[in-house]
């Protein structure tokens, strides 16, 4: 069949009439051919990997059904161990490349089980409980990567943590073999229990080449200093044994001795300051009549008499940890765990994590030449810095120790930190508990300029019914220069507020805001009325501030935004006898509480008060018509991790008039509540956030013998 070609005066037909069947050919094949480049194109893109089917997991079969690879006679072994790596030499950064979360990825080589010509294995133990721990650990997080094409570290599936248990050729061997070995390069080995008898070496004897290595017995001489990672000895204790939680403070006894394998000098010096010095220090070692095992391991002895281990090193202030054949002891981390502060005596040992953490603030380090001199050099450290330091050596085994998850994944944010160390963590992040913190809030405070001082301050007074007392604060507050509002916050449903022609005359804007129920929290709710960025809350009984004391106070906190800033001091202060906290009034050389009945603080706490507040601290509060102030002082304390400033040196503030049955403060049972209180908040926010300070703010020449006239504040009133 032809197509008939019609001419018109315009010229031919170009494209002839297509029937429709064709047509439906040519739009089926057009489409075909359309999905198949769409395929191709997904395809091409899509994340894939040869490598990434052999994903390391556990999930898919046991460790008897890992395929077997035998390693022949002639196998090439790496180089021993190259001491001069570093990053910028061994490491190739450029494998990590730029990702936008700064996080490098790390792919964990599939399961194999090597065994030589001969069929035997090169690990007389196979993979260790605490391996298989670390390498899990290590695939559920962030960090790990199936796609070995983006791994920028690569962690072998062959367990080294403890040399006792490997052939050290065979192993070698078996690390050569790793496709993506390199002489060692962007690999990194986890090892705890280096060297064997008798020189004990404290780098792992295996061959590595570049290697990375994580290692748990490092000296100076063999650790490669911003290459290697120094890591803990794991204690199987940690996963077994939960001790109950034990607050910072004075023990049953001051030095205790627990370890049971430590060379014979050592142990009769330790016996020697046991003489000199009784019952202040104790020395364990094990029990001779019990029978072996696991039970035994948890037990000491002393002269026959027996004890619970590790529960006894909560009984004390410092536990000794002496090297034995290896530098690093797991006795370490059970020390830790029982928040007792380690007495280490391992000369050249580089403790765990050290590139990071700040071992002076949970250990005391003593020369193995000075055992002799330790209980006196331990006598000399303050009892709050040996408080201090008991709590910062639990919260190191708790955030780096307690668990293989813990040591695998700090060791990976370390090395991680180097390779982004724009976006590394800082000493704070890496040394500081952590406090509780509400990721949905973002504070306006912390800025490097002051706040301006021509908008002012707002004053909230809190009042009840105390009409003429508080007619004399407003009387004082006005004559401030910085004024720029007062709200008056009326907490009283019963009874109505003075008619407008009774308020003092001043010259500020004055409004009155009526409540709905008596609460103490209403003095910190944010009111639309509250304009300015400063708040002085203040009580409608402190009439003897004058107008330079609150007006240095405004400027004070104009430099300290992110902080209280107030005139009655308060202290905390644990009680060692009946074990909680204490609320302190009496006067004292240390402040770790500004009163809100006369303080500034910027209107963002209000928000954080009201909306923020964790737990059910805000109904205690109210329930118990006691200690806003304390709640607020925790809030501020805890978001800025800094203390309050108290401003010039009045402690007396209240009326002279006011009388017990005036004043809440006055009540008999207040001192009880207040430290009531503290426990309480403490035990909601699960920490202390209170900080203490030894120093006030005052005006420059305010006591010098100079004319009142050159003076900024010459009315700062005394005590």
């Not at 202030?317 to 502060?341: E, I, T």
């Not at 009946?578 to 240390?590: A, D, H």
């Not at 303080?599 to 601290?617: C, E, Q, R, S, V």
Request: proline share 7%; charged share 25%.
């Amino acid at each position: 069949m032809y197509a008939s070609g019609k001419y018109s005066s315009r010229g031919p037909a170009l494209i002839p009439r297509m029937k429709t069947k064709h047509r439906i050919y040519y739009i089926a094949l057009f489409s075909v051919v359309l999905l198949g480049l769409i395929a191709t194109g997904m395809f091409q893109f899509w994340p894939h990997s040869i490598e990434s089917s052999a994903e390391w997991t556990l999930e898919k079969g046991s460790v008897h059904d890992a395929p077997l690879i035998r390693l022949p006679v002639s196998s090439p072994i790496p180089e021993r161990g190259d001491l001069s790596c570093r990053m910028h030499t061994c490491f190739d950064v450029y494998r990590c490349g730029y990702n936008p979360k700064n996080k490098i990825k790390v792919y964990i080589y599939a399961l194999q089980r090597f065994v030589d010509e001969f069929g035997v294995p090169i690990s007389s133990t196979g993979l260790s409980r605490e391996y298989n721990d670390l390498l899990s650990a290590i695939s559920d997080s962030d960090f790990y990567t199936d796609d070995v094409t983006r791994a920028c570290l690569f962690i072998p599936s062959i367990d080294v943590l403890n040399q006792n248990s490997l052939r050290i050729r065979e192993t070698a061997q078996a690390l050569a073999m790793l496709p993506r070995w390199d002489k060692g390069m962007n690999h990194l080995l986890f090892n705890m229990l280096p060297g064997g008898p008798p020189d004990y070496n404290t780098a792992l004897d295996v061959p590595r080449d570049r290697a990375l290595l994580a290692g748990g017995g490092f000296s100076t001489w063999t650790y490669r200093q911003g290459y290697d990672v120094s890591i803990p000895v794991y204690s199987p204790l940690s996963a077994d044994v939960v001790l109950p939680e034990r607050q910072p403070g004075p023990r049953r006894y001051f030095i205790l001795s627990s370890q049971t394998a430590i060379h014979r000098e050592y142990r009769a010096e330790l016996e020697r300051l046991k003489e000199e010095n009784g019952e202040a220090l104790l020395l364990l070692d094990k029990c001779s009549n019990l029978s072996q095992g696991a039970a035994s391991a948890r037990k000491r002895c002393y002269k026959g008499q027996v004890y619970d281990y590790p529960q006894i090193l909560q009984e004390s202030s410092f536990c000794v940890v002496l090297r034995g054949a290896r530098l690093g002891q797991a006795a370490l981390s059970d020390v830790l765990q029982a928040g007792c502060v380690p007495v280490i005596l391992a000369d050249s040992y580089i403790l765990p994590f050290s590139e990071v953490l700040d071992w002076k603030r949970a250990s005391v380090v003593i020369p193995e030449e000075k055992l002799s001199e330790m209980y006196t050099i331990l006598k000399s450290i303050p009892h709050r810095q040996v408080e201090e330091m008991q709590r910062q050596a639990h919260w190191f085994w708790e955030a780096y120790f307690s668990s293989m998850k813990a040591i695998g994944l700090t060791t990976l944010q370390i090395i991680n930190d180097r390779i982004y160390p724009y976006a590394a963590r800082n000493y704070e992040q890496w040394n500081n508990p952590p406090v509780v913190k509400w990721s949905s809030v973002n504070s306006p405070l912390f800025l490097p300029l002051i706040p301006p001082r021509a908008p002012g301050f707002t004053a909230v007074v809190l009042t009840y019914d105390r009409i003429e007392s508080l007619f004399r604060v407003i009387t004082e507050i006005s004559k401030v220069p910085s004024l720029a509002k007062l709200l008056i916050v009326w907490n009283n449903q019963n009874k109505s507020p003075p008619e407008e022609s009774l308020w003092p005359k001043v010259g500020v804007p004055l409004k009155v805001v009526r409540t709905k129920e008596n609460k103490l929290s209403n003095r910190f709710f944010p009111y639309d009325e509250i304009e300015t960025e400063a708040v002085l809350a203040i009580d409608d009984d402190i009439i003897m501030l004058t107008s330079d004391e609150l007006q240095f106070g405004y400027e004070v906190w104009r430099e300290f935004p992110d902080r209280l800033v107030g005139y009655p001091g308060r202290l905390h202060l644990w009680d060692h006898e009946m074990g909680k906290w204490k609320y302190e009034s009496e006067w004292t050389n240390e402040v770790s509480m500004v009163l809100t009945g006369a303080a500034f603080y910027h209107k963002y706490f209000n928000y954080l008060y009201t909306y923020k507040m964790p737990g059910d601290i805000k109904n205690w509060v109210d329930a118990h018509m006691n200690c806003e102030d304390i709640a607020m002082n925790f809030l501020v304390a805890n978001i800025t991790g800094k203390a309050p400033i108290k401003v010039t040196p009045r402690k007396k503030f209240k009326c002279p008039e006011c009388t017990a049955i005036d004043g809440l403060s006055l009540d008999q049972t207040h001192m009880v509540e207040r430290s009531e209180c503290i426990n309480k908040f403490a035990s909601v926010f699960g920490t202390m956030p209170l900080k203490v300070v030894e120093h006030r703010a005052d005006p420059v020449l305010y006591k010098d013998d100079f004319p009142e006239k050159l003076k900024s504040f010459p009315n700062i009133g005394s005590l």
